[in-house]
């Protein structure tokens, strides 16, 4: 046996996972509070006794940590135009690992220095024209930044034409400058910016968010833990050298807060007639729907789903579903505890990955002109994808996991042009080990994949 | 010294989905030196708008087939103004109206629309290129 400890610093709980990659299979996993006030090492601690309450004492040869602890890796991206450049930026970002608090367009107003002041990110990715384009509002921007002041990095990646210029205007700052995320018009290039944050991430945040005390325990590879969840469904979807992946997938992780969705897939058009529009979509996506959460966000799921549908979901009154929303608002530690509230609990999940799932996947429109019939796509086609991956408390922790998450198929009645997947396989995460198999991913592939086939397994409660 | 290559912005404006005439533009301005961004088809206004912005486009170059381009091109001169491109040099081309119209008419019209040169039907390249050198300031 050759154990490997897998460590995720999340806000709230220190998750740990062990493994055995000698005969790659999943020990334990367990977890306790975050203790980032005091010293990280004290929730980790206790998260290990659990574990080996459970596994017997463990010998492991290594551990690897991912975290998204005090505040996970908080971002503010700019760009020029809303759908060009400030999208790359925020695509980029996201697909980091980042929590994107903002991300602005056009040249910074004195109202967005006050706020950028005020939310002083970890990392300031500016950006802004495409090679030997628009260079005015991106030295505008530096210059707003400058007179901010601060001590975090920035990280240029906008028109190289102005890299240099940029840097002078922001002297005595952290400044990184990297490759433009758009060099050309309409041609995203977001991953030597992603490598920049990654770095940055390394050499300053996990010391700035008092991770550093753990690194000692630890053999390496601090990375956000969306970027962990990425790798591992990267991983899960293309394979290695010996093992073949599952194929394309889109992954849902339904939390308090936040919904996230990853898709790992080309996602073209069916037709290849169709004709494509706006940016062009990276293999592996992720989205990040701040609205949309089961407990902080409980009111966005409600907004954007309708209190009524809610209702209908859940089989009760309009008055009790609004009662039960209220009480896990007001209390967000709350789990369900009887029929009813369970019902409501399932019904918001259930429209959590709907909303989710349809702001992640593309969208196909039928347009009649002079030529006939003309088929235009705006971001990913998902309807192929056949497997779906899910995770997180409201999902793995009920017998419905198939029903709630099959709200993320195409519905031609309710929105005939989304491209959500037709139907899939549902996978569900029972004992949360993704985004330690992502991390288990840098070293271990073979092991972190066949843990997985072991351990995310098929639900047909749906059918 | 080497002038920088003017940046030209072209597409088909609206439902138009006329793909030729607009490969052969670019084929023809990019060998005339320019950097072209080339949206393709069924463009909208924003988009042409968008594309410039990003690329500091010197012109955007409008074309038209199908007939509709009066209402396509009504008030893209104003959004220019809007975002902030107020000296771009704005050419529409091609069928840019229904039936047979004195061409003469139909430019008056899209001058008093904002653009700068308007083209009939069969125009080649060649004059395009010419009129850009001239309005752009482009030394042979």
Do not use: W
Not at chain 1, 104 to 127: G, H, M, N, Q, V
Not at chain 1, 182 to 211: D, H, S, W
Not at chain 1, 389 to 412: N, P
């Amino acid at each position: 046996m050759d154990p490997v400890l897998l460590i995720d610093f999340g806000s709230t709980y220190t998750k740990v996972t062990a493994v055995d990659i000698d005969e790659p299979r999943l020990l334990g996993t367990a977890n306790s509070y975050t203790t980032v006030q005091t010293d990280i090492n004290n929730g980790l601690a206790d998260a290990l006794i659990k574990l080996e309450q459970t596994t017997g004492r463990l010998d492991f040869s290594a551990r690897y940590a991912a975290s998204s602890a005090a505040g996970g890796l908080r971002m503010l991206a700019s760009g020029l135009v809303p759908e060009l450049t400030a999208e790359a930026a925020k695509t980029a970002s996201l697909g980091a690992g980042a929590k994107v608090l903002k991300t602005y367009a056009f040249k910074l107003t004195e109202d967005d220095a006050e706020e950028i002041a005020r939310l002083s990110p970890d990392i300031f990715l500016l950006c802004g024209g495409t090679d030997g384009g628009n260079t005015d509002t991106v030295i505008h921007n530096a210059k707003v930044l400058h007179k901010i002041g601060g001590s975090y990095p920035i990280i240029y990646a906008g028109n190289r034409n102005a890299a240099r210029e940029c840097e002078r205007i922001l002297e005595g700052r952290e400044v990184h400058i990297t490759e433009n995320v758009m060099p050309a018009f309409g041609k995203l290039n977001i991953e030597p910016t992603q490598k920049e944050i990654r770095e940055v991430f390394l050499a300053r945040i996990v010391q700035a968010k008092g991770l550093t005390q753990a690194s000692e325990l630890i053999s390496g590879i601090m990375m956000p833990t969306p970027s962990a969840v990425m790798a591992a469904m990267k991983l899960l979807a293309e394979g290695t050298k010996t093992q073949r992946g599952i194929g394309d997938l889109v992954a849902v992780d339904v939390g308090g807060a936040t919904t996230d969705i990853y898709s790992v897939c080309e996602g073209l058009p069916d037709d290849p007639r169709t004709s494509l529009k706006g940016l062009p979509e990276p293999y592996v996506k992720r989205t990040v729907e701040g609205d949309i959460g089961m407990r902080y966000s409980i009111r966005g799921i409600v907004d954007a789903a309708g209190l009524d549908r809610v209702a209908k979901i859940a089989g009760l009154g309009v008055e009790r579903t609004a009662e039960i929303i209220d009480m896990f608002a007001n209390n967000t530690e709350l789990l369900p505890t009887d029929g009813e509230t369970r019902a409501v609990d399932e019904a918001l999940a259930s429209m959590a990955v709907r909303v989710a799932v349809k702001r992640h996947a593309g969208r196909l429109e039928e347009m009649f002109g002079i030529g006939g019939l003309k088929l235009v796509q705006t971001g990913k086609n998902l309807k192929n994808v056949d497997k779906v991956i899910v995770t997180g408390g409201s999902l793995i922790h009920t017998e419905h996991t198939g029903r709630i998450a099959s709200y993320c198929f195409y519905d031609e009645e309710e929105d005939p042009e989304s491209l959500r997947p037709e139907k899939a396989d549902i996978l569900v995460d029972r004992r949360y080990i993704i985004a330690a198999m992502g991390l288990l991913s840098e070293h271990h592939p073979e092991a972190a994949l066949k843990i997985m086939k072991q351990e995310l397994v098929k639900d047909d409660s749906a059918k | 010294m080497e002038q920088k290559k003017k940046t030209l912005v072209i597409g088909v404006i609206g439902a138009d989905v006329h793909a030729v005439g607009n490969q052969i533009l670019y084929h023809a301005f990019s060998d005339a030196g320019f950097n072209v961004i080339n949206l393709g088809v069924m463009v909208s206004q924003e988009e042409f708008i968008a594309a410039a912005i990003e690329t500091n486009a010197d012109a955007i170059i409008v074309s038209s087939l199908y007939g509709q381009g009066e209402l396509d091109c009504r008030g893209l001169r104003e959004k220019c103004d809007e975002a902030g491109l107020e000296n771009i040099l704005l050419y529409v081309g091609g069928n840019i109206v229904i039936g047979k119209q004195p061409f003469d008419e139909v430019e008056k019209r899209f001058k008093a629309m904002g653009f700068d040169r308007s083209f009939p039907p069969g125009t080649p390249p060649e004059v395009d290129i010419e009129a850009l050198k001239e309005d752009l300031h482009v030394e042979d």
